[in-house]
């Protein structure tokens, strides 16, 4: 089975502070997703990343910024953490040779910016 | 942009009911739609549908597509407590590496 870990399930930050949350996958896929959920807004891509050292864009990117130095490894770092960052971080990778579009997600971290 | 609309938000049902969850979408390009249990934090795959009129069926829960009036349907028959999650819906389109997600909807089965 497909295991995507993220390495911490609660953060508790403070305001300014930088933050950093791990993803990896065990299954070598290409790409590689952080989104964020929040009630009422569903999940939101913030970035993505379909190589080692590519990135791209999502929907709500302002505010993070991403890493990815080897393949099964894609962190999100915000560089100041706000209030407005708490969330419910998701992890997710997938592997093009499949069509790309089967997403498997890891467990989640609760981040809450006080 | 695209738009993946799912209704309703909630529902309440007692075990044993049968259930019908809807997902309407405005896509370009479209390519599939997938359908994604999230019972307390990973969300977990069920079906990804590509084609109109073709159920996909696992268990007691199944799936259609109906491209031209832009909507799936997940059925769960015979619920039970373990059905209880959000049950997300989502698009991907051609020449994109994203999935476009509806905000879900929250199903609590009572026993």
């Known amino acids: 089975d497909v295991k995507v870990t993220q390495s911490s399930r609660y953060l508790v930050k403070r305001t300014g502070e930088k933050v950093f949350l791990e993803c990896v996958q065990d299954?070598?896929?290409?790409?590689m997703f952080w989104y964020r959920q929040d009630p009422g807004l569903g999940l939101r891509l913030i970035y993505f990343?379909?190589?080692?050292?590519?990135?791209e864009k999502g929907d709500i990117p302002e505010g993070y910024s991403v890493s990815r130095e080897k393949k099964e490894r894609f962190s999100l770092i915000l560089e100041s953490a706000s209030t407005n960052q708490t969330s419910m971080y998701l992890c997710?990778?997938?592997?093009?040779?499949?069509?790309?579009?089967?997403?498997?997600f890891g467990s989640g971290t609760q981040l809450s910016v006080l | 942009e695209d738009k993946v609309v799912q209704s309703p938000l909630s529902l309440v049902v007692h075990e044993g009911d049968t259930v019908t969850l809807n997902c309407s979408y405005e896509?370009?390009?479209?390519?599939?739609l997938l359908w994604y249990k999230q019972e307390k934090k990973a969300p977990t795959f069920l079906f990804m549908l590509?084609?109109?009129?073709i159920e996909k069926k696992s268990g007691r829960l199944s799936s259609i597509l109906d491209k031209k009036e832009l909507f799936s349907i997940l059925n769960i028959t015979a619920t039970q407590t373990g059905d209880s999650a959000v049950y997300l819906c989502?698009?991907?389109?051609?020449?994109?590496?994203?999935?476009?997600f509806g905000t879900g909807t929250r199903l609590t089965i009572i026993p």
């Open positions: 997710a990778s997938t592997s093009l040779r499949g069509g790309g579009e089967k997403l498997f």
């Open positions: 299954m070598d896929h290409e790409n």
């Open positions: 990343s379909y190589d080692v050292k590519m990135k």
């Open positions: 896509v370009t390009n479209f390519r599939s």
């Open positions: 590509t084609s109109s009129g």
């Open positions: 989502a698009t991907a389109n051609f020449g994109n590496e994203k999935l476009t």
